[in-house]
């Protein structure tokens, strides 16, 4: 069993950064690719930023590019979505997931099996 824990959302004015955080525990290795995605309300979930396993490739969303920034605890399974000049189109519910076993990253949710319940980012105009 492998348990995600999403936190760091929050209420916050455009313009302003957040970071948050994810944790992913029990029956993983540490070596596991996590992603980040979001679902806005009326909208479907879509794809943030992923990280491999190992730390060292990441993807990211064209959207998000140059303003958010997925990072990870060598070896462990916490990763961070720093980000920065948040707009109020980024409002959403942030999720975090990880792959089973593969240290490959992804843009595919399918391809992730474990999901944490989320977390509300809210960016006020």
């Known amino acids: 069993q492998v348990h995600v824990v999403e936190s760091g959302g929050g209420l916050v004015q455009a313009g302003d950064s957040l970071t948050l955080s994810c944790t992913a525990s029990?029956?993983?290795?540490?070596?596991?690719?996590m992603g980040w995605f979001r679902q806005a309300p009326v909208k479907d979930r879509e794809f943030v930023a992923s990280?491999?396993?190992?730390?060292?490739?990441?993807f990211y969303a064209d959207s998000m590019k140059g303003r958010f920034t997925i990072s990870k605890d060598k070896g462990q399974n916490t990763v961070y979505l720093r980000m920065n000049n948040l707009k109020p189109e980024d409002t959403a519910v942030y999720y975090c997931?990880?792959?089973?076993?593969?240290?490959?990253?992804?843009?595919?949710?399918?391809?992730?099996?474990?999901w944490g319940q989320g977390t509300q980012v809210t960016v006020s105009s």
């Open positions: 029990g029956r993983v290795t540490g070596s596991e690719a």
């Open positions: 997931a990880a792959r089973r076993g593969n240290g490959f990253g992804s843009r595919e949710s399918s391809l992730y099996a474990y």
């Open positions: 990280i491999s396993g190992s730390g060292a490739s990441t």
